[in-house]
């Protein structure tokens, strides 16, 4: 009987240290309150999830109960998604955002379970992946139809895409601070991965920057170490 005061105080301390029962939500409820401010400060492009979320879960799931998702619900979204003709591997992505938005509920206890590991429908397959390179006579052509156009820094720009191999983001948001022409580098800030890497510049590399410099001075532009290296007449951006 000793026990009891004991077991009594221990049970009613439990009672109040107890976690509280989350408010239900909707998906885009949870989405816009609680999930984008998550993204914006841990991705680099949050924009672009927002995007996703607006085209695709907004208009079908967004104004459904987290909770009451089912795992039909997710199959039945799925389905739309691949009648809608989306390729397998954009379908997978959507997917895992899905399921990411689901999880980061659960952790955060705003769901008891995630409907998505109930799914029938798994990753869909996608193939083996196939890089092919553009032919001489490919280049070719590319590099005369962007000699045609107007806009005054297409063909350099594409000539430094094939001399380099860099992601055109990569380019675009280059500074001549980046580029150590005696060192033949470029230096990407931030690539696609989140960290810095650098790009060899091939003697042909180089000859097409002093192009661009070139250019840039006709145009009026200036090419101080903080100017970008590919910037809109009008704007001044890149």
């Not at 240290?17 to 998550?38: G, I, N, S, V, W």
């Not at 397959?125 to 590099?143: H, K, M, N």
């Amino acid at each position: 009987m000793r026990s009891l005061p004991k077991l009594f105080s221990y049970a009613k301390n439990a009672e109040v240290e107890a976690p509280k029962q989350r408010t239900a939500l909707t998906l885009e409820a949870f989405f816009d309150d609680k999930y984008y401010a998550f993204v914006k400060a841990t991705k680099r492009r949050s924009t672009h999830d927002l995007y996703l979320f607006n085209k695709h879960f907004r208009p079908t799931l967004g104004a459904m109960l987290m909770a009451d998702i089912s795992s039909e619900d997710i199959d039945q979204w799925l389905l739309a998604q691949m009648e809608a003709g989306y390729k397998a591997s954009t379908v997978n992505k959507h997917a895992s955002m899905l399921n990411r938005i689901l999880n980061i509920g659960l952790h955060w206890g705003y769901l008891e379970q995630n409907a998505f590991k109930g799914v029938a429908i798994r990753k869909l397959p996608t193939g083996d992946y196939v890089q092919r390179f553009l032919t001489r006579s490919e280049i070719s052509q590319l590099l005369s139809a962007c000699k045609q156009s107007t806009h005054p820094y297409l063909h350099l720009f594409v000539k430094l895409l094939l001399l380099t191999g860099a992601r055109k983001s990569e380019l675009r948001l280059a500074k001549w601070k980046d580029i150590d022409a005696n060192a033949s580098e470029l230096l990407i800030a931030i690539s696609k991965s989140g960290r810095s890497r650098k790009v060899i510049l091939s003697k042909h590399a180089l000859v097409v920057l002093d192009q661009v410099r070139a250019r840039t001075e006709a145009l009026g532009l200036p090419t101080t170490r903080d100017s970008w290296v590919f910037a809109n007449p009008r704007t001044r951006k890149p």
